[in-house]
């Protein structure tokens, strides 16, 4: 069977359950199950891995914005974890976003002591986004590291969460700002501000990672790049440039659709496969894959590019 690296797979650590944080996540809208495979890192997680065919899942928390001490204490449970199952586990970095000093220590911390493979960060701090100049340190950090950020959806502020509520249960109000529209829609806009800001021209070496095909972006790839191409935004770095050199996508959004769209607009090597376990299944990865095949739209070749061979080249990982 062909080696399968996840990238976008998340838990509820002992530290975070419970906390109001987690609430705002909207699982009461997922299957019960679901909550609890999200606290589980250990045999039950590995079952369905094999299950799933995937050789090393990278662990990450929830999105949520928590303490330094949370944090920290979150960071060592995946630490436990990957000590404890070292050729199946890896682990990605939950950090204080609302500290971004905080943010810049645990980030070398996890890194350095603990050799986790980057972060993965919740798309803004209540509302306030990371082209803010307060972030600088962070970003620099994360550069100096040669680490990569993944930023990763959140449910929108409180002050903006109204603008998805209609005529309609509130439910559905709540996961259209969340997982059916908003958020992902958010993550695109807040790398376009991140562009404008001119954060890449500051830190050309920077790693940023986006799940769910590319969270819209790469639709609207053209208009950006003819767009951004006027010569009144003075930016050193053209879109297309950021594009390439500093943005990488998983899959964690199984639509053959989008996956098409994703692979006209950017190169088989900066896209990875990913789950988005357990709040997507191990069987719709399967079929994902199966679906992806019959299609043709990749050589058996390109899709262990997409399976395994591109993590590895990005995290240094060598899996077989």
Same mark, same amino acid.
């Given at each position: 069977m062909i080696p399968a690296i996840s990238l976008e797979d998340?838990?509820?650590s002992d530290a975070l359950y419970g906390s109001p944080s987690v609430s705002?996540?909207?699982?009461?809208?997922?299957?019960?199950?679901?909550?609890?495979?999200?606290?589980?890192?250990?045999d039950g997680r590995?079952?369905?891995?094999?299950?799933?065919?995937?050789?090393?899942?990278?662990?990450?928390?929830v999105p949520c914005l928590e303490t330094p001490e949370v944090c920290r204490r979150t960071n060592l449970q995946i630490a436990q974890s990957v000590k404890d199952f070292p050729t199946?586990?890896?682990g990605f970095a939950c950090l204080p976003m609302t500290y971004p000093e905080a943010a810049c220590a645990e980030l070398e911390y996890c890194v350095k002591e603990l050799n986790f493979l980057g972060a993965l960060i919740?798309?803004?701090?209540?509302?306030?986004?990371?082209?803010?100049?307060?972030?600088?340190?962070f970003w620099k950090r994360a550069e100096e590291l040669e680490t990569l950020v993944y930023i990763h959806p959140t449910p929108p502020d409180p002050t903006h969460a109204h603008f998805y509520l209609g005529n309609y249960p509130k439910d559905l109000g709540l996961m259209l700002g969340m997982h059916l529209w908003g958020w992902h829609a958010d993550v695109g806009s807040h790398v376009l501000r991140l562009?404008?800001?001119?954060?890449?021209?500051?830190?050309?070496?920077?790693?940023?990672?986006?799940?769910?095909?590319? $969270?819209? *972006?790469? %639709?609207?790839?053209?208009?950006?790049?003819?767009?951004?191409?006027?010569?009144?935004?003075?930016?050193?770095?053209?879109?297309?440039?950021?594009?390439? $050199?500093? *943005?990488? %996508?998983?899959?964690?959004?199984?639509d053959v659709t989008a996956m098409a769209c994703l692979i006209r607009s950017t190169s088989i090597g900066r896209i990875m496969y990913s789950v988005d376990y357990p709040l997507v299944s191990m069987d719709d990865g399967l079929q994902f894959i199966k679906q992806l095949r019959e299609s043709e739209l990749l050589t058996e070749e390109e899709i262990e590019m997409v399976l395994y061979k591109n993590a590895q080249k990005l995290l240094g990982l060598n899996i077989k």
């Open positions: 998340h838990f509820i705002k996540l909207g699982l009461h809208t997922f299957p019960p199950q679901v909550v609890t495979q999200l606290r589980d890192i250990r590995i079952r369905d891995l094999d299950h799933g065919g995937i050789s090393l899942q990278v662990i990450s928390s199946r586990f890896r919740p798309n803004h701090a209540n509302g306030i986004f990371y082209d803010a100049e307060k972030y600088l340190p562009f404008f800001c001119g954060l890449f021209n500051k830190f050309p070496r920077l790693k940023i990672v986006l799940g769910h095909m590319g $969270e819209m *972006l790469p %639709f609207m790839k053209g208009r950006m790049q003819y767009a951004a191409g006027h010569s009144w935004l003075h930016l050193q770095r053209t879109w297309d440039q950021v594009w390439t $050199e500093n *943005l990488w %996508f998983t899959t964690s959004m199984f």
